[in-house]
């Protein structure tokens, strides 16, 4: 019980070039410390239907239920999965990478049975090991697959998986944490029934928020559940009454306003420059770092076509040492990147280009510090 | 997917005496718009553990397993009774309030077996009624209960009900979301197993976090389930890898940074001040808003002895519309009160006040705007 001493801490100011979080525009951090509001305000319910609306636009969804869960995108997973999984259900996740590892561990603790289809981490998934799958498993209900591969730097094509999932007559849960606002994602054009996210990425807010939006199959399945979700934070039921754009909005929990501010403000800075502008944008910071690891001699670790924009997996160079590189980049330069995972953990570095960092002066402040770690 | 318009939201500046969230010190309203860190970075990482000791002292335990959950409290009772409970087993839920009831869904949730003790809305939990029930379910494995019920302002002896839980080998999960840093509560002394707690109430800070002490008993259960926390993002064994001590932490989800400065520094401005001082300002501040109700003519819902100075239900005054008038206090003097829940509603209003709050001041606003709504 005793105190370290009883001083503020003041962070050091780095320039996130991780997984996430990443850094954030001026106006996000100032929204963060705009006065505390209760949660039941009338004004705070009319922010919370703004909110809604401008996380549609950034979906590219018209869904009604299309909300900000109060908790990170680990949380946005479990509800998707929990919600639309029941005890004994079968759930077909597509496997390349730590995220959709969790996934299959999130259904397993949902009670349901959980079959994989697997490619090699940093490959995207392949549609015909999927279609196979289903054909074997007509049993199967829900497919879950991830659009932007935080731990691989790789993107699956998940539109085209949604339509073979529809074919066999299951709903597909899409993991768009890295993807939104980074790069295409349309939820409605690609027909997916549910879809989880998280602030820090390429919308450039706090950590602390998961955007999430079901539509109309997700809801019919998930209101006529034969027993209750079990979970009582994570119940769309019960959420649903507490989002409802009216009076009788029912109590649930105590909603994190602030950090609800900040991702409203990196909504509207989003839909300032249009969802579009801001792909290409990210798009443009890829091409920009490829440029400059060409220099470097350095290359990426996945293959062209399905290489991440504002995600790099970017082999480390020789003669370098992972932790030791990473330590000089942090303390010299003040530039975090992100380890490797798994099976890549000492291979690569995850180069994160997301939200405000996806520019050119984040890459004129890491090809040099990159060039200093180089032997000789 | 239309755009309501794209101007940055700027709440009004309210004083918030309902039941949460509080106003926050300027001190810990600056602490939300630091520069955004890395959740792996070294600096971040000294910083979880110097607020991991400070919350030690807020709850006055010395339990290693003390962290704040990313996530409202209503996540944090989750985390509590899923990790302590398996399918089928049997708790026993003192119940008089929507927080007790909240618990018993969620042990129902849990898939274990939900025991009440009941006590009206409005009373105190009965110790010997929950010892008759301990007497007849020896099944039972685990006892809950509300320390500040917000829903009535009522105070429960939890140290009493945490003995007589003990007598009969049931752990004691404890709802201390209204109770921390606005009265007493020692985590230790009362030998309280598992305890779980909100930021945005007596310690003053913005919502989002979900404090949680767990003693070794409680983690002795949770290391040796037989089965896996059917919860990922809230299994406790998978988060003390990731808020252990040490450079071999583990990535779980993305911790949410700016809530988490904000926290550390309502910690620092409580334990500057003295937790037994703060307590006491409490106190004070209840008895200054008894003089004024007084003054009014007004008077408290609940008796005395189990009034809690942080959380005030006060009977509507005759000829007063509950709504109208909370309407009315919100629009003409920008002050939000509580309404009544369940059995309660239109019956009482809920006044908090609680962290910086607990003061004169507040008092000194609400008096005249109260006695503007009194017919005649």
């Keep these: 019980m005793h105190n370290q001493g009883l001083s503020s801490y003041h962070p050091p100011e780095r320039l996130l070039l991780g997984p996430g979080p990443t850094n954030m525009d001026a106006r996000v951090l100032a929204a963060l410390s705009r006065p505390v509001i209760g949660h039941l305000d009338p004004s705070f319910q009319e922010f919370m239907e703004d909110l809604k609306t401008k996380l549609r636009v950034v979906f590219q969804t018209n ?40 996934m299959c561990e999130n259904v397993r603790r949902a009670d349901a049975v959980c079959i994989t289809v697997e490619d090699d981490w940093g490959r995207p998934i392949d549609p015909q ?31 085209t998986l949604a339509s073979i999932a529809h074919q066999y007559d299951c709903m597909i849960v899409v993991d768009a ?40 199959r997700a809801l019919h399945y998930i209101r006529n559940r034969s027993e209750p979700v079990r979970s009582w934070f994570l119940d769309v039921n019960l959420l649903s009454g507490y989002w409802q754009p009216d009076q009788r909005r029912s109590y649930h929990h105590t909603a994190p306003v602030h950090t609800l ?38 290359e990426f670790a996945v293959a062209a076509e399905c290489r991440l924009p504002q995600l790099n997996a970017v082999r480390i160079p020789d003669g370098v040492n992972d932790a030791e590189g990473r330590a000089r980049l942090l303390q010299d330069f003040n530039i975090e ?27 004129d402040r890491l090809l040099p510090a990159l060039q200093s770690l180089l032997p000789g």
Aim: charged share 20%; with cysteine.
């Design 337 to 363: 990147v992100g380890a490797g995972l798994g099976v890549l953990a000492g291979k690569i570095w995850r180069v994160g280009l997301m939200g405000p960092n996806a520019c050119r002066a984040s890459i």
């Design 261 to 298: 501010f900040a991702l409203h403000e990196a909504c509207i800075l989003l839909l300032n420059e249009g969802l579009e502008n801001a792909w290409e944008r990210h798009a443009a910071a890829h091409r920009m770092l490829k440029a400059a690891l060409d220099r470097c001699g350095m």
């Design 129 to 159: 090991k999927l279609e196979d799958t289903l054909r074997k498993h007509p049993e199967a209900r829900l497919v879950g697959c991830v659009h932007a591969e935080t731990s691989t730097g790789v993107g699956s094509d998940v539109r």
């Design 63 to 102: 869904n009604a239920m299309t909300l900000p869960i109060s908790a990170p995108g680990s949380a946005g997973m479990e509800l998707c999965l929990r919600n639309l999984l029941s005890p004994g259900d079968t759930a077909i996740i597509c496997v390349n990478g730590v995220f959709g590892q969790r």
């Design 177 to 216: 944490v890295t993807s939104l606002g980074g790069m295409e994602l349309r939820v409605d054009d690609w027909e997916l029934d549910a879809v989880y996210s998280g602030s820090q990425k390429c919308l450039g807010c706090t950590p602390g928020l998961s955007p999430v939006t079901l539509n109309e």
